[in-house]
């Protein structure tokens, strides 16, 4: 996970330096990428307001199956580029609050930064040129957030009659179009 590239304590011990580890933002556990950004408390709560909106229950046992949520649920492109701003929003404020607070004394607040993650979904959704699949679900999740929908375009329409056929004529349906037929 984060190819070992975020400077967590743990990251730095394993460099060999000498500290002790301690997660600064809930203050209970040795600091790694996975603790810190999915198993903290304080990170769990953020989480599970953020993913409200999206009608899910945060359970982070395997990454990857809540990565694809959006995908393996069928949504449009617009549920799916706000998923993904969702998560790459959650990781940057979680980053970005443990920095100021062990570097510059700045206590951290959920409700702010959920509202800075709100603010970054309206600015991905601004920007996104995504549509809905039309389901009443994905407006639900839209609404959560305070976004409209992009509809997908409807396909064209065209009326087609049928007319019965001459007296003593068989009128054949060869596009499959047949009355009783599923």
């Given at each position: 996970?984060?190819?070992?590239?975020?400077?967590?304590d743990?990251l730095?011990?394993?460099?060999g330096f000498?500290l002790?580890?301690?997660?600064?933002?809930?203050?209970?556990?040795?600091?790694?990428?996975?603790?810190?950004?999915?198993?903290?408390?304080?990170?769990?709560?953020?989480?599970?307001?953020?993913?409200?909106?999206?009608?899910?229950?945060?359970n982070?046992d395997?990454?990857?199956?809540?990565?694809?949520?959006p995908?393996?649920?069928?949504?449009?492109?617009?549920?799916?580029?706000?998923?993904?701003?969702?998560?790459?929003?959650?990781?940057?404020?979680?980053?970005?609050?443990r920095n100021?607070?062990?570097?510059?004394?700045?206590?951290?607040?959920?409700?702010?930064?959920?509202?800075?993650?709100?603010?970054?979904?309206?600015?991905?959704?601004?920007?996104?040129?995504?549509?809905?699949?039309?389901?009443?679900?994905?407006?639900?999740?839209?609404?959560?957030?305070?976004?409209s929908g992009?509809p997908?375009?409807s396909?064209?329409?065209?009326?087609?009659?049928?007319?019965?056929?001459s007296?003593?004529?068989?009128?054949?349906?060869?596009?499959?179009?047949?009355?009783?037929s599923?």
């Amino acid at each position: 996970f984060m190819h070992g590239k975020i400077v967590t304590d743990s990251l730095l011990q394993d460099k060999g330096f000498a500290l002790a580890s301690m997660c600064s933002l809930c203050g209970s556990n040795v600091e790694t990428p996975r603790h810190l950004f999915f198993e903290c408390s304080f990170s769990h709560q953020v989480w599970s307001l953020c993913l409200n909106w999206f009608g899910v229950i945060s359970n982070f046992d395997d990454i990857m199956t809540f990565f694809t949520y959006p995908i393996r649920k069928g949504y449009g492109s617009q549920i799916q580029l706000l998923w993904s701003g969702l998560i790459g929003a959650c990781l940057y404020c979680l980053w970005t609050t443990r920095n100021k607070l062990n570097f510059d004394d700045i206590q951290p607040s959920i409700t702010d930064i959920v509202r800075l993650i709100n603010c970054q979904l309206l600015v991905i959704h601004s920007l996104s040129r995504g549509n809905m699949k039309n389901f009443v679900e994905e407006l639900c999740i839209l609404r959560a957030i305070g976004l409209s929908g992009h509809p997908a375009k409807s396909p064209r329409v065209i009326e087609v009659l049928w007319k019965p056929p001459s007296l003593h004529w068989v009128k054949v349906n060869t596009d499959g179009a047949a009355r009783g037929s599923p």
